[in-house]
C-alpha cells in the first residue's frame, strides 16, 4: 500500500482544501491518506474536523499535544509505526499535486530508494487564486537542498527509526532522515525531471519568530540550534535514533490529568536568576514521581530600599526576563523531558509561564 501522511498544526482551512483537492483529482487512485492533527487550537480542529467529513477515504488523528511545541518527526512517525509494510510520502499541507503524481510516484517505488521532489513555488499573490495545475505561474523552484516530502518504503525507515523526535519548531528534520537512510546503505534521489507539486505560499518560520514573549511557543535561535544537531548527527554518522516507543504522545486521559492538575497543587518560582537556576538544573531533575504544577512569575522587589538599589545598580538580587525563561525551559523540556507528559502554557496577559509535568 502507498500511504501519504499529512502532519498538521494551525493552518488555514484553504490550503488544507486545495491540497486535498488536488488529490481527489488523481488519475491513480492506489493510495490512502493519513491526516496527522498534532493539537492545533480548537478553532482550526473544529474547522478541519468539518472539511474532512467530506473527505471520507482519510484516516484523521488527533495527539494531545495542543500545550507542546511543534514536532513533525513524532506527527509523522504516529503513523509510520501503525504500517506493516509498503510505501509512504511524507506531504505538505502546502503542497498542491500534479493529477498524474500518484502514478508517477508509483512507478518510483524501490525498497532501497528513497526519493524528494522539486516543487515549485508560488507568490502570495498567485496562491490566492484557484486555477489549474499547468495555469499557476511558478515564482521560483526549489533545489536539492530542500529535502521535505519524501517517498520511502516503511521497511527502511523503520530500520533507521524513523523520523529523529529530537528535532522540534522547526528544521532540520528531513535532511537528518536522508543522512541516517544513506549511512545505512539506502539511496536518496532527487526528482526534478519535472514539476509535480506547487507550493501555496506563506509566511517563514524565521519570519514569525519574535524576540519577546508571545503566546505562540516559540524559542530564540532553534533554527541555528536545529542545523548544529544535524551537523553532529551528519558527523556521528547517526543511523538508529528514537526507542521502543517512537511515534507515541500522550492519550486524551494524560492530557486531561494535567489540565485538572493545572488548578491547584501549583508550586510558585519567580523570576530571579538563583531560583531559576535552581529549578532547572537541581528541583526538575529530582522530582518525585507524580504530577507537578509549577508557576513562573514576574517578581520585582517593591520596597524604598529596594528601588533605590535598582536605580543605583547597587542591588545583589538579578532577574531573568520571562523570554529568557521561556527559551532555557523550553531547551530543557526538549532535552531532557519530551518523552515526558506534559503541558506548557503562557499566560494571557504575558506575564507567567506555567508547566505542568508528569514524572512516571
Not at 510516484?105 to 515549485?120: D, I, S
Not at 520585582?300 to 543605583?312: A, G, P, Q, T, Y
Not at 503541558?343 to 506555567?354: A, P, T, V, W
Request: aromatic share 14%.
Amino acid at each position: 500500500m502507498f500511504s501519504i501522511i499529512y502532519p498538521y498544526r494551525n493552518r488555514d482551512i484553504q490550503r488544507v482544501k486545495n491540497s486535498l483537492e488536488s488529490l481527489e483529482k488523481q488519475t491513480s487512485k492506489n493510495f490512502e491518506v493519513y491526516f496527522v492533527n498534532y493539537g492545533s487550537d480548537k478553532i482550526y480542529t473544529k474547522q478541519v474536523e468539518d472539511l474532512l467529513v467530506k473527505y471520507s477515504s482519510v484516516k484523521y488523528s488527533y495527539l494531545y499535544t495542543e500545550q507542546q511545541p511543534w514536532n513533525k518527526s513524532k506527527a509523522i512517525n504516529s503513523v509510520l509505526k501503525s504500517l506493516e509494510s509498503g510505501y509512504f510520502f511524507v506531504a505538505d499541507i502546502d503542497m498542491i499535486f500534479h493529477l498524474n503524481f500518484i502514478k508517477k510516484a508509483l512507478k518510483l517505488l524501490r525498497n532501497n530508494e528513497a526519493y524528494y521532489f522539486q516543487v515549485g513555488f508560488l507568490s502570495e499573490e498567485e496562491s490566492r487564486t484557484t486555477k489549474n495545475f499547468k495555469d499557476y505561474t511558478i515564482k521560483f523552484k526549489s533545489n536539492e537542498k530542500a529535502t521535505g516530502l519524501t517517498l520511502c518504503s516503511v521497511e527502511s525507515a523503520k530500520a533507521i527509526g524513523g523520523f529523529d523526535e529530537f528535532y522540534h519548531f522547526w528544521g532540520s528534520e528531513d535532511t537528518d532522515f536522508h543522512i541516517r537512510l544513506k549511512n545505512a546503505g539506502g539511496h536518496v534521489n532527487f526528482y526534478n525531471k519535472e514539476v509535480l507539486m506547487l507550493h501555496q505560499w506563506h509566511e517563514t518560520y524565521r519570519n514569525k519568530e519574535v524576540k519577546t514573549l508571545s503566546k505562540s511557543l516559540q524559542v530564540s535561535g532553534i533554527v541555528q540550534f536545529n542545523h548544529f544537531y544535524l551537523k553532529k548527527a551528519a558527523q556521528e554518522k547517526r543511523t538508529v535514533i528514537n526507542n521502543e516507543n517512537f511515534g507515541k504522545t500522550q492519550s486524551k486521559k494524560d492530557y486531561e490529568k494535567l489540565v485538572e492538575h493545572k488548578k491547584n497543587n501549583i508550586k510558585l518560582i519567580s523570576n530571579k536568576q538563583v531560583e531559576i537556576d535552581y529549578f532547572l538544573f537541581k528541583e526538575l531533575p529530582c522530582l518525585e514521581p507524580g504530577l507537578h504544577t509549577f508557576k513562573i512569575y514576574e517578581a520585582v522587589e517593591k520596597s524604598l530600599k529596594s528601588v533605590i538599589k535598582r536605580k543605583l545598580k547597587k542591588s545583589n538580587t538579578k532577574y531573568y526576563s520571562l523570554k529568557t525563561i521561556n527559551d532555557k525551559l523550553l531547551f530543557h523540556i526538549i532535552n531532557f523531558y519530551s518523552n515526558y507528559h506534559y503541558n506548557y502554557s503562557i499566560s494571557e496577559d504575558l506575564k507567567s509561564i506555567r508547566l505542568v509535568i508528569n514524572k512516571l
